[in-house]
């Protein structure tokens, strides 16, 4: 579907739960042009739309399915993990369903979130449809934010979303430690998260740039075994119920060091 063509832009989405997904999504679809009714609260169904597309918690669409089916001739969620399967209530009132998934982190709950987290330009975004035509609506849904779209059947919708946790949440999650662990140094988290988010932000820089091997750095890919063991001692001693999580690092970048790819 060609994201510029009459029949996106003079459509009416309704969307469904006012969230960290809904409410930016509204605002980016009302900043391209697009008719946009909602986010509206769960448990309500938009009126007069061409497209529905459901923005609440996976465990609440096959609830909120039920509650918009018969509103609209095309009903989706934006789940990157959750199956198709979950719109049945919608499918059977005759509706035809889509995926509509931003690869990207919606951070912020309550009013506080980053600025600019409604900009979806460059994000990928994965879709599904079980017709031709809910599939090219998704489709160009995406494309006239800016997204760049690719498309995930059902079966690969677990591998998909694992991913995207690992690269996201996983990632806060080792910075969370690196914070933990920086504490030990006399470091005050906040000084320290000051301290590491450029570093972060290189290394990011570098892996969109050489891929994970080139971009590997440090003791490890130099082959530097007794400064990982000095960093060993010191994990054991400031965080010692972070050495597991560690050990495993250590295990797995020595992998990557060490890989046929690695320059």
Same mark, same amino acid.
């Not at 946009?36 to 609260?41: E, I, L, R, T």
């Not at 000084?191 to 988010?197: H, K, Q």
């Given at each position: ?6 029949? #996106? ?24 042009? =697009? ?16 497209? =529905? ?12 399915? &039920? ?13 990157? *993990? ?10 059977? @009132?005759? *509706? ?16 506080? /979130? ?27 849904? /995406?494309?006239?934010?800016?997204? $760049? ?27 969370? *430690? @690196?914070?933990? =662990?920086?504490?030990? %140094? ?8 000051? #301290? #590491?988010?450029?570093? #972060? ?18 003791? =490890? ?12 001692? %010191?994990?054991? &001693? ?14 797995? $970048? ?10």
């Amino acid at each position: 579907m060609d994201p510029n063509s009459d029949s #996106l832009n003079t459509a009416r989405v309704g969307l469904v739960g006012p969230g960290r997904v809904g409410t930016p999504l509204a605002l980016a679809l009302r900043e391209v042009g =697009i008719d946009v009714d909602g986010p509206v609260g769960r448990g309500e169904a938009p009126g007069g739309c061409r497209a =529905i597309v459901l923005c609440v918690p996976d465990a609440e669409i096959p609830a909120a399915a &039920a509650v918009v089916a018969g509103a609209a001739p095309l009903v989706g969620h934006t789940s990157g *993990a959750t199956p198709l399967t979950a719109l049945e209530q919608a499918a059977r @009132a005759g *509706a035809a369903v889509f995926g509509l998934h931003p690869l990207q982190t919606f951070a912020g709950s309550d009013g506080h /979130a980053p600025e600019r987290s409604h900009d979806f330009r460059g994000v990928g975004c994965a879709v599904a449809g079980s017709t031709p035509e809910a599939l090219g609506f998704a489709a160009g849904l /995406a494309r006239v934010l800016g997204m $760049t779209v690719f498309e995930i059947d059902d079966e690969g919708r677990a591998a998909y979303h694992a991913a995207a946790s690992v690269a996201s949440n996983f990632v806060l999650t080792l910075a969370a *430690a @690196a914070e933990r =662990i920086a504490g030990d %140094a006399g470091l005050e988290r906040e000084d320290a998260r000051a #301290l #590491l988010v450029p570093l #972060l932000r290189r290394t990011v820089d570098n892996l969109a740039e050489l891929g994970p091997e080139r971009a590997l750095t440090g003791p =490890i890919a130099r082959g530097d075994e007794s400064t990982v063991a000095r960093q060993r001692d %010191a994990v054991a &001693a400031a965080a010692p119920h972070l050495l597991e999580l560690f050990d495993q690092l250590v295990h797995h $970048t020595n992998a990557l060091a060490h890989s046929e790819a690695h320059v």
